[in-house]
């Protein structure tokens, strides 16, 4: 039997969400290195409930749950707001 591994639905599901948004035109003013993007993950995550999961079945179930409207725009403005706060304090030079 194969070791399980807990997965948190909603750490993958923010992970993507937010590489996707620092790359697309809007947000060309943000940085999108490793770092500040692991920086708005982390900031998004804090303020979203998490959803681990024991399964594959169970994964696409929270996916596809996630990923009705309703839920999707509580998260992207979790994002979008998370993106904003490490932007402003972001004092790194590129
Ligand atoms: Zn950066």
Redesign the pocket.
């Known amino acids: 039997m194969s070791r399980q591994k807990l997965v948190n639905v909603m750490e993958e599901m923010v992970s993507g969400l937010v590489r996707y948004f620092l790359r697309s035109p809007d947000y060309q003013t943000f940085?999108?290195?490793?770092?500040?993007?692991l920086?708005v993950v982390a900031k998004a995550l804090n303020n979203l409930p998490p959803y681990y999961v024991a399964s594959k079945t169970d994964r696409e179930k929270i996916f596809n749950e996630l990923k009705v409207s309703k839920n999707i725009e509580t998260i992207n403005k979790e994002i979008i707001r998370a993106i904003y706060d490490v932007g402003k304090r972001?004092n790194?030079v590129?």
């Open positions: 940085c999108n290195c490793d770092e500040c993007e920086e972001r790194h590129v």
